[in-house]
């Protein structure tokens, strides 16, 4: 990541999420991004920091977060007799299918915001040809400034209020 860059994610102070929630996030937002095409995986563009930032704005988000990574684990557990980072990418998928169909609300909230982090990220934004940075000092090209658009105001004569 470039560590001069305004869009880097900040890095979370205090995490919620034990190292084993957070190495299985990583594990789960890959493969619903995963690295292709010269573009990073979600977790190469920390798009994990992304998820539990925003799921800590509320105890209802972080609720749902790691309620839904235990509800993953113990799928993966009872269809494979494994945890999730020792599957292959196939069964990875179809744990994270049983999931979705099981929990839709946890589902639905991680793919939105594992979509937003990777979508708003630096890394991804320069690999997709777009332009990365604060608008100034460059900022935008504009139109001239036509005055005529001002004649009317001016024309009013000056006003104040009482």
Not at 67 to 87: D, F, M, N, P
Not at 118 to 138: F, M, W
Request: proline share 5%.
């Amino acid at each position: 990541m470039d560590t001069e860059n305004p869009l880097r994610r900040p890095v979370l102070k205090t995490s919620f999420l034990s190292r084993d929630q957070q190495k299985l996030l990583s594990t789960v937002i890959n493969v619903i991004i995963p690295a292709s095409n010269g573009y990073p995986s979600a977790s190469g563009a920390d798009v994990a920091t992304h998820v539990e930032s925003s799921a800590s704005t509320s105890s209802a988000m972080r609720n749902l977060l790691t309620s839904g990574l235990q509800a993953i684990e113990v799928t993966s557990g009872r269809a494979y007799r494994k945890g999730l980072a020792e599957l292959t990418y196939e069964q990875r998928e179809s744990v994270l299918s049983k999931i979705e169909s099981a929990s839709p609300e946890f589902f639905n909230v991680l793919i939105q915001q594992t979509y937003s982090g990777y979508y708003t990220n630096s890394d991804v934004l320069r690999a997709k040809g777009i332009r990365v940075g604060a608008p100034q000092p460059e900022g935008f090209q504009m139109e001239p400034f036509q005055e005529s658009l001002l004649e009317r105001v001016r024309s009013s004569g000056t006003k104040y209020r009482t």
